[in-house]
């Protein structure tokens, strides 16, 4: 077992790294901008429950996850929800980079971008 190449193409199922993050966070999806299946990049906008102003928001946000409405997720400022989430393609990145850019200063802005092919995903400046 030890002795046994394995080779690229048998990884995750005989699917490339690629394929594997388009096929768990990209399909299905459709650009927010033009509308087309080939996304390239993932938005999502979370917003801690502590930095909800809205005393009445709040409790319904508290509510909603004892209820099992909303799942919270651990964010740098405590447990949080996720506000947003939206796509784009390769044409639309750029508006859609800009739009995530100007959200309110409490907002967590996560971007999931496409692992391109025959480009590296780490880079070293
Ligand atoms: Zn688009």
């Given amino acids: 077992m030890a ?3 394995i080779h690229r193409t048998k990884l995750f199922n005989g699917q490339a790294v690629e ?3 388009f096929d768990a966070v990209f399909k299905g999806a459709r650009c927010a901008g033009c509308g087309s299946e080939k996304c390239a990049i993932r938005i999502q906008t979370f917003i801690a429950i502590a930095d909800i102003k809205d005393q ?3 409790d319904e946000v508290f509510d ?3 209820k099992g409405k909303l799942k919270p997720t651990p964010t740098t400022s405590g447990p949080g929800v996720r ?3 939206s796509f784009a393609c390769a044409s639309c990145r750029k ?3 800009i739009a995530a850019a ?3 200063s409490y907002v967590i802005v996560v971007i999931d971008k496409l692992v391109e092919a025959d ?5 070293v400046v």
Avoid: M, N, Y
């Fill in 64 to 66: 909603s996850v004892l």
């Fill in 83 to 85: 506000a947003g989430e």
């Fill in 3 to 5: 002795d046994q190449v």
């Fill in 19 to 21: 394929e594997v993050h």
């Fill in 102 to 104: 100007r959200c309110p």
């Fill in 95 to 97: 508006e859609a980079e």
């Fill in 119 to 123: 480009k590296p995903t780490i880079q």
């Fill in 56 to 58: 009445r928001v709040r």
